[in-house]
């Protein structure tokens, strides 16, 4: 079966970065795009971009392009997230989700909390 | 951004009664392949979010009938004919027509 296992709460200072993970396995991790989605506390759910496992290359949302870096290391089967010069409006719950092949996401991870706070 | 727009925002349901909830889209979501990306997912409290609804109205599987989705163009529902507990939770609608992809603000379901 489908999982995504991502990596554990952090605690960050703003001005730093954060960067998590998430490791897929249950399928073959380059078929499918990986997204990334931010949801701050009691709030919506906001979606960051993706990337293509396969080739590397990723899209971005305006509100993130410049702060956000999506990587992949296929070798285990992990996308990568990170966050830059971090604000304590980044702090929420990051959610990595498989791409559903008709645009949207149809497997998600338990998702990472990231707190920042000084 | 296409903003999405959900209605109501809180909706308390007696088990067993039907709900709806609307989602509505600043733009059209057919897309020039001739797909209408209209999803909606369900978060159940503390819990990571589950698709419900693809491509407007299409169930994933492991999804009870009793759930519906409808709509075209930019008005779109989703019905729950009988609502039981384990219904409970906040539903988002999100599009992924137009880049960037965008939620709905959720609209939270409770047991009255």
């Known amino acids: 079966q489908v999982q995504l296992v991502q990596s554990g709460a952090e605690v960050k200072k703003p001005g730093t970065s954060v960067k998590v993970s998430c490791t897929a396995s249950?399928?073959?991790?380059?078929?499918?795009?990986m997204h990334w989605v931010r949801q701050a506390p009691g709030q919506g759910l906001e979606w960051m971009g993706r990337i293509n496992p396969n080739s590397g290359d990723t899209n971005y949302a305006p509100k993130f392009q410049g702060r956000v870096t999506m990587t992949r290391d296929t070798s285990i089967s992990t996308a990568y997230m990170e966050l830059s010069r971090l604000t304590s409006d980044d702090t929420a719950v990051f959610y990595c989700?498989?791409?559903?092949?008709?645009?949207?996401?149809?497997?998600w991870g338990q998702g990472t909390l990231v707190t920042v706070s000084s | 951004d296409v903003v999405m727009t959900q209605s109501p925002l809180s909706l308390p349901v007696t088990l067993g009664q039907p709900a709806s909830i609307s989602c509505r889209s600043s733009q059209s979501l057919v897309s020039g392949d001739g797909n209408t990306y209209l999803n909606w997912f369900q978060q159940r409290p503390g819990q990571s979010p589950r698709r419900l609804i693809y491509k407007v109205s299409n169930r994933d599987s492991g999804v009870p009938d009793r759930f519906s989705g409808s709509g075209s163009g930019t008005d779109f529902t989703l019905k729950i004919s009988r609502v039981e507990a384990e219904d409970v939770g906040v539903y988002y609608c999100m599009q992924g027509t137009h880049w960037p992809w965008t939620f709905g603000q959720g609209t939270k379901v409770e047991i009255k």
């Open positions: 249950g399928y073959t991790f380059n078929f499918y795009y």
């Open positions: 989700a498989r791409d559903g092949e008709t645009n949207d996401m149809d497997y």
